[in-house]
C-alpha cells in the first residue's frame, strides 16, 4: 500500500441530471451566485464566485431529482447571520425550505430543495 496521498481542492464539482437547465441556472444564480462559464447543448457548467466549486448541469441525463443514493450536497455560509436571507432567497428562487435549525447556539442550518428537488444544505460552521 502506497502512503503517497495525492493532493487536491477536496470535492469541488457536482453534476445534476435536471428537467431544465436554464431553470436549474436562474435557481443557483439567484441563490448562490453562480455564474455559467461553458455551455453545451443540454448542459450549462458554472462556478460558484470566489470558489473552486463547480455545477454542472445536465437536463440530457435520466431520473432528473432522483438522487440515486445522494441525500444532499451542501453550501457553507461565511456568516451565521446570513440564514434568514439564504432561505428567503431559496423561496424567491422558486425551491422550499424543508427544515431548519442549529446545530449548537450560534451554528444555524436549513436544508432547502431546489426546483428539481434535490436537498441542499445551507449552514454556518
Known sequence: MSSTMIKTYGLTHIALAVRDVE?????????FGVEAYFREEGRI??????CHDIITFDQLAPAPGSGGGILHFGFRLQSPADIDAAVSAVERAGGKLL??????????????ADPDGYEVEIWYE
Open 23 to 31: 431553470r436549474a441556472l436562474r435557481f443557483y444564480q439567484q441563490v
Open 45 to 50: 457548467h458554472v462556478k460558484t464566485p470566489g
Open 99 to 112: 427544515k431548519r435549525g442549529e446545530f449548537s447556539p450560534g451554528f444555524p442550518y436549513a436544508y432547502v
